[in-house]
């Protein structure tokens, strides 16, 4: 099955899907640890791992590889640009960092990466990738133009645009690390707008954050902080349990 197919299906069975994103930067997690956190991210019921970051992506296929040799969980990339991709992962997130200023962002790594993807037999899955307030890394590095999270109707501008446009997703960024989760206000107005899966992340640390994104209409969310800093916790399974069976009551509460 393919992994877009394979993310559908799991949000028709059971409502939502959590993503545990790695961050191959060999600074900030080394290989042992990147296995580690793909451990606890199968142990405790997480859906598929996503691979990328924005900084120190060096040898990224050395990420997937150690991960594939220790999770049977998808791997979707989740690049930069076209450095962020690797032959050995399931899928790639074809992104467009819709409200980015800078061109190569908005059709310019997306030119050299679909040759790449095609020669790599990837599976590409378009993404509208759409930068909030405060940002971060992301924010600075693909110079966006940040979506205020008190416009909710500026988020639903872009969102319909991307859905019109044919984009198979919707990832709603706060930015790794960001100071609080995207409002629920903002996730509410763009998962009633579109029909395509809507993905949050950024700022996701407990559980009553996953449940709330989950509760205002998200399809999926991404949590990357929260496992770096939990990874060599004794209880760490558990942790990350706690936090997608929030998901899964609020997600239960919906239907
Ligand atoms: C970053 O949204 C993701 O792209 C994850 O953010 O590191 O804050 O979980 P956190």
Redesign the pocket.
């Known amino acids: 099955m393919k992994v877009y197919e394979y993310l559908l299906e799991r949000i028709d069975e059971k409502g939502f899907v959590h993503l545990s994103?790695i961050?191959p930067d060999p600074f900030k997690v080394p290989l042992e640890k990147a296995a580690r956190i793909a451990k606890i991210a199968e142990n405790a019921g997480s859906d598929a791992i996503m691979v990328?970051?924005?900084t120190a992506t060096v040898d990224v296929e050395a990420y997937v590889r150690i991960i594939k040799e220790n999770v049977s969980l998808p791997v979707i990339l989740?690049p930069n640009d076209v450095s962020g991709l690797a032959p050995s992962a399931d899928a790639a997130f074809f992104m467009v960092l819709v409200n980015s200023r800078n061109r190569y962002y908005l059709f310019g790594a997306q030119v050299l990466g679909a040759i790449a993807i095609r020669r790599l037999g990837l599976e590409p899955i378009s993404m509208a990738y759409m930068v909030f307030e405060p940002g971060?890394t992301?924010g600075f590095m693909g110079d966006a133009r940040l979506i205020p999270r008190n416009k909710p109707e500026i988020a639903v501008g872009y969102a319909l645009a991307a859905e019109i446009i044919g984009f198979k997703t919707i990832?709603l960024?706060?930015?790794?690390?960001?100071y609080g989760p995207l409002p629920p206000e903002i996730i509410a107005a763009v998962s009633k707008s579109v029909k395509i899966p809507v993905i949050?992340?950024?700022?996701?640390?407990k559980p009553e954050e996953a449940a709330q994104a989950i509760a205002a209409g998200a399809s999926m969310v991404?949590?990357?902080?929260?496992?770096?800093r939990i990874a060599y916790d004794t209880d760490a399974v558990e942790k990350l349990s706690s936090v997608i069976r929030a998901m899964k009551e609020a997600s239960k509460k919906k239907r």
């Open positions: 994103l961050d990328g970051g924005s989740f971060g992301v990832y960024e706060a930015g790794s690390g960001a949050v992340g950024g700022g996701i640390n991404v949590q990357s902080t929260f496992l770096e």
